[in-house]
């Protein structure tokens, strides 16, 4: 059918999103369970990213197109995506400690979109 669409939902931390929500082409990432498939997720199948708060409201609160998808390691995200990221470099440094080699999941993001402005 023409009026499906592909949405992910992902948790957030208020914080968080807000911190996403003043980059300048945010990028969302989030360590994955599983290695991607060898078939690249193509990012224009996905129809949009929702956030979720995770440990406020318990609520989907915005949202946003995926611009571009990566599935990189920690340092090639510090090198290319650091200031653009929703954490500061040291809530970065503590969320890959001891993952250096495990894939970050890497969404760069069109602006994103407020459901409660």
């Given at each position: 059918?023409?009026?499906?669409?592909?949405?992910?939902i992902y948790p957030l931390m208020k914080h968080n999103?807000?911190?996403l929500k003043t980059r300048l082409n945010p990028v969302y990432i989030k360590f994955i369970a599983r290695e991607p498939k060898k078939k690249p997720i193509n990012p224009q199948n996905i129809d949009y990213l929702y956030f979720y708060l995770s440990r406020h409201d318990k609520s989907i609160i915005?949202?946003?197109s995926i611009k571009t998808l990566k599935f990189l390691k920690p340092l090639d995200v510090e090198n290319e995506f650091l200031s653009r990221i929703q954490m500061t470099k040291d809530d970065f440094t503590?969320?890959?400690?001891?993952?250096e080699n495990k894939l970050l999941l890497t969404l760069e993001l069109e602006k994103i979109i407020d459901l409660n402005p």
């Amino acid at each position: 059918m023409d009026d499906d669409k592909l949405i992910v939902i992902y948790p957030l931390m208020k914080h968080n999103y807000e911190l996403l929500k003043t980059r300048l082409n945010p990028v969302y990432i989030k360590f994955i369970a599983r290695e991607p498939k060898k078939k690249p997720i193509n990012p224009q199948n996905i129809d949009y990213l929702y956030f979720y708060l995770s440990r406020h409201d318990k609520s989907i609160i915005g949202y946003s197109s995926i611009k571009t998808l990566k599935f990189l390691k920690p340092l090639d995200v510090e090198n290319e995506f650091l200031s653009r990221i929703q954490m500061t470099k040291d809530d970065f440094t503590k969320y890959c400690k001891d993952r250096e080699n495990k894939l970050l999941l890497t969404l760069e993001l069109e602006k994103i979109i407020d459901l409660n402005p």
